[in-house]
């Protein structure tokens, strides 16, 4: 049954515009309240519980998670997979709107989630919070005090100024529009941070937003990706279940998934397509191609992702040997590994095969961006097959039959054939049936005088051209 479930908050603004310590605000003011001291946490999400808001309701907590870049937040929307309720938006008081910050606005945009405004460092001189609003103007967003429908608070991460009104304004979204889950229904789990630890394996930060985690459930992507081994809280408790919209960390997956991908206890919350096709992913609204990069040295990985195209997506890049994680990570998010300078082992060009992920090796740079760049703009080669003129028309019961004669190459019954009239192409069709008299074949050579029936149907003339193709798409 659906119940409601606490708010996730994402935070969201430029570099340096105060996310970091307005979240460390939050958080200490959580551990003050639980008296707790000395905590080490290892997964920054966290939940707050709100004193300031104080109701007997349910809903008193708040989750926030801590800070995803702003890819791994468009991953998380391309993915379908909306990770948070609400949005901040942060501006810097005495900094006001920068790029980032249009660039945050237009991923809370396109996510189709409310959003407050918060205009942080509010204790310093030379905030002004009243030019920020009318930058907003400048790139769209009309706040409440401008007669317009957008929250927004003044508040300081430094000395609390205005944090108690932000909470209160997220409680009253909430209550807006409740966010809902099902405890007992499927697992909904959506990986906020991953990676592989030396020590531990691979960890996997999700917040559940539908369903219950626990302790010993198989978890899938598209792919399984091992068992919950153990589920620790964010002051490093080790839980045995995390209710929705609890943060998590899970241990003991036996690959890492991809940050914003959707960990389900079943196994086809993200049917993947079984044969090998290009991988894509909607990103900013745009089509974008995943890919996990993997090099020598930094310094090759930081040469190749500075000049990416936008529509690549990178979602990892690391130093050191293709490895088994990497294949598994490829296929659970679709994606192709492409390697700069080093050896694919045998063993992970195999477990690739059998998972039908694509693994492209290069020593030269140059020839991995132009590899990339047909990834991105696909040019689809054409080659000649054969070509025959249509010389007579005869009938055969209901069907037109093309009396034609073979001028170059070769015409089989499965080619894909286009029928052009002078220089115009008439339509593109395929072979119904190839016979020379009554005998039906399945090939005609240079030279050969054949009939042949279309299907679909194409009205052709006398004097039409047939042309066989083949397309060659991307590599
Ligand atoms: P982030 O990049 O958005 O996470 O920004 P940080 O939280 O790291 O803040 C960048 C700088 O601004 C740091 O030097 C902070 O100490 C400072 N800062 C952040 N919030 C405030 C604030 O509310 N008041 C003041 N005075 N300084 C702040």
Do not use: W
């Not at 899970?250 to 998934?257: A, D, H």
């Not at 049917?271 to 020598?296: E, F, H, Y």
């Not at 992920?357 to 760049?373: A, C, N, P, Q, T």
């Amino acid at each position: 049954m659906l119940q409601n479930r606490p708010p996730i908050i994402v935070i969201l603004g430029h570099v340096d515009h105060g996310k970091t310590t307005l979240l460390d605000y939050l958080r200490k003011s959580n551990l003050a309240a639980r008296e707790a001291g000395g905590i080490t946490q290892t997964i920054r999400s966290f939940q707050l519980a709100m004193p300031a808001v104080a109701s007997a309701k349910e809903g008193k907590l708040i989750t926030f998670i801590d800070t995803p870049g702003h890819a791994a937040f468009a991953q998380m929307r391309s993915r379908g997979s909306k990770a948070a309720d609400i949005a901040l938006l942060i501006v810097a008081g005495n900094d006001g709107v920068m790029p980032q910050t249009k660039e945050a606005y237009e991923a809370i945009s396109k996510s189709g989630i409310p959003f407050i405004v918060v205009i942080t460092k509010s204790d310093l001189a030379e905030s002004d919070p009243d030019r920020v609003k009318t930058q907003l103007t400048e790139i769209g967003i009309i706040v409440e005090d401008f007669g317009g429908t957008v929250p927004a608070v003044a508040v300081s991460g430094k000395t609390g100024q205005g944090i108690s009104e932000l909470l209160e304004m997220i409680d009253l979204m909430r209550e807006l529009s409740p966010p809902q889950a099902d405890p007992d229904g499927q697992l909904e789990a959506v990986v906020v941070e991953s990676k592989l630890d030396s020590k531990k394996g691979p960890l996997a930060e999700v917040i559940v937003k539908n369903g219950t985690l626990s302790l010993g459930q198989l978890l899938f992507n598209s792919a399984p990706v091992g068992k919950v081994k153990a589920l620790l809280d964010f002051e490093n408790t080790q839980i045995k279940t995390a209710l929705p919209s609890v943060p998590v960390e899970i241990l003991g997956l036996t690959s890492v998934p991809p940050v914003g991908s959707v960990l389900s206890d079943k196994p086809v919350l993200n049917p993947q397509p079984s044969n090998v096709k290009t991988p894509t992913s909607i990103v900013n609204g745009q089509s974008s191609i995943n890919v996990i990069l993997k090099a020598d040295v930094l310094g090759s990985l930081e040469a190749i992702t500075n000049q990416l195209d936008p529509k690549i997506s990178v979602l990892s890049s690391t130093t050191g040997e293709v490895n088994d994680t990497d294949v598994l990570s490829a296929k659970s998010s679709n994606a192709i590994i492409v390697a700069f300078n080093l050896k694919i082992g045998a063993s992970v060009q195999k477990l690739a095969e059998i998972e039908k992920v694509r693994v492209k090796s290069f020593g030269i740079i140059y020839e991995l961006f132009d590899y990339l760049d047909l990834l991105v703009n696909p040019k689809e080669t054409e080659k000649i097959l054969g070509k025959a003129l249509i010389g007579a028309e005869f009938k055969i019961g209901p069907d037109r039959i093309a009396g034609c004669k073979v001028t170059e190459g070769l015409l089989q019954k499965s080619d894909t054939v286009r029928l052009v009239r002078g220089d115009k192409v008439i339509g593109q069709t395929k072979f119904k049936s190839l016979q020379t008299g009554k005998t039906l074949i399945d090939k005609v050579k240079v030279g050969q005088e054949f009939g042949a029936t279309l299907s679909p149907y194409l009205d052709f003339k006398v004097g039409d051209i047939i042309i066989a193709f083949a397309t060659y798409g991307t590599p």
